[in-house]
């Protein structure tokens, strides 16, 4: 893993989906390329020292349902929506990977931030991100 001093996950998987970069998941892990992390990550900042990882609360949370989601639940959402699966699959995976499932009234607003059809949405916490730069 590389080291950095902060890393915005959001921003990382936003990258990779807009790039159309390989993301892997293996071991409740998510990988972007030499970077890990574990799929529970929370998507503010990501704050790697040594051994131990320490984050920062949720950036994403819905303006809709105030439910807020980790950087496997946002990822899964996307995947699932990329290769169009049924929901019963979906359910599978949300279970397998002990993931939060995404609303359907989010997983629009989810997909369209992340594929760049929107560059800006008041789902992400704006103020939090703003600590760590």
């Known amino acids: 893993m590389k080291r950095l001093s902060?890393?915005?996950?959001?921003?990382?998987?936003?990258e990779y989906k807009l790039e159309k970069k390989?993301?892997?998941?293996?071991?409740s892990f998510i990988y972007?390329?030499?970077n890990?992390?574990?799929?529970?990550?929370?998507t503010g900042t990501f704050t790697p020292n040594f051994i131990y990882l320490f984050f920062?609360?949720?950036?994403?949370k819905s303006k809709l349902t105030e439910k807020r989601y980790d950087l496997g639940s946002l990822w899964l959402c996307l995947?699932?929506?990329?290769k169009q699966s049924n929901t019963s699959q979906y359910f599978t995976e949300v279970d397998r990977l002990k993931l939060s499932m995404v609303s359907n009234v989010d997983?629009?607003?989810?997909?369209?931030?992340?594929?760049?059809k929107i560059e800006f949405t008041e789902a992400i916490n704006?103020?939090?991100?703003?600590?760590?730069?």
């Open 6 to 14: 902060s890393i915005d996950v959001l921003n990382i998987l936003r």
């Open 22 to 27: 390989p993301i892997r998941v293996k071991d």
């Open 32 to 34: 972007f390329n030499n």
């Open 36 to 42: 890990k992390f574990p799929l529970n990550t929370e």
């Open 56 to 60: 920062s609360s949720l950036a994403w």
């Open 79 to 82: 995947e699932h929506h990329e």
């Open 107 to 116: 997983k629009e607003e989810i997909v369209n931030y992340f594929t760049g």
């Open 126 to 133: 704006q103020e939090l991100r703003s600590l760590f730069y």
